[in-house]
């Protein structure tokens, strides 16, 4: 049996915790006695998953912040400092798909800047503060779907072409090369990064601006109760990686669920790493060397 930590005068920082598999995790870290900080950008869903929070018995707080420009995850990094001196637990579970190619006002292609370039920049900016609660933990949702991703760090904006599946397989990767090469870099610090799939959840809000015949798939199989994963299911995985004592010193290893499994070997391959941490720094303006 799953054994949890404590998390009483512990600060949780859940990215996309307004709705879905976030909204659960938040509530359910709160529920161990964090005070857990929700990130998204609708106020009254994050005023429901606050109040979700502290029905749970924990502390809640929202912080308005749409995280496809770099201003606004810094903006949440500096609101997130002026109010809290540690952060124990950093869940980056936001993340969007488009139908269409977007661009953000930094004008990079939305999903990798939310799905991906956030995660890293919001890492670097609260890394002092993790270092300095550790034991602490980096929680990343992945997706199974990362496999059939593919980065061209040269094209990382995808200006020779788009396609929805791929744009968000591929920030899926990105996710997971990201959390391998963290974790390496954060070797004996005691802060930790893992990355999860959660499972496949039709029912939540991840489709609504996925194509037509997408979104007809996910509605129809939202009703069979022999396909996918529920929220609260799906957060298992989460919630374990952040609060479970048995993966308290796990670091950077993926998992589906609960279970370890084998990310795609391309996650092994140090030089794509090495050049999408570099590309990554560049587009959000930090020094690379880092941490
Ligand atoms: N659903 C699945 O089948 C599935 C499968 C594998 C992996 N995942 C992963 O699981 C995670 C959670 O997805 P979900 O299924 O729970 O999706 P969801 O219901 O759409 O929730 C996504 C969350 O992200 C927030 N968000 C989206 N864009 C944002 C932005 N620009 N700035 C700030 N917050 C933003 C949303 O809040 P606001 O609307 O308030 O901004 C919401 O809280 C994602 O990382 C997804 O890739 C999902």
Known sequence: MTGFEDLTDRVALVTGATGGIGRV????????????????????????????????????????????????????ADAFRERYDRLDVLVHNAACSHDDRRLTDDGYEKTLAVNHLAPYLLTHELL???????????????????RRGEIDVDDLHLESGYDALDAYARSKLANLLFTIELAARLDGTGVTANAVHPGFVPGSGLYRDASLPVRAAT??????????????????????????SEVAEVNGVYFEGCERADPDPRVHDDQLRERLWKASADFVGVDPAWP
């Open 25 to 76: 995790v938040a509530r359910r870290l709160g529920g161990r006695g964090a005070t857990v900080v929700v990130v998204g950008r609708s106020r009254e869903r994050g005023q429901a998953a606050v109040d979700e929070i502290e029905r749970a018995g924990g502390e809640g707080a929202f912080v308005c912040a749409d995280l496809a420009t770099t201003d606004a995850v810094r903006g949440l």
């Open 128 to 146: 002092d503060l993790l270092r300095a609660s550790a034991p602490a933990r980096v929680v990343s949702t992945s997706s199974t779907v990362h």
């Open 219 to 244: 509605a129809v199989a939202a009703r069979l109760p022999f396909v996918g994963t529920s929220v609260e299911d799906a957060a298992d995985g989460l919630v374990r990686l952040a609060a479970a």
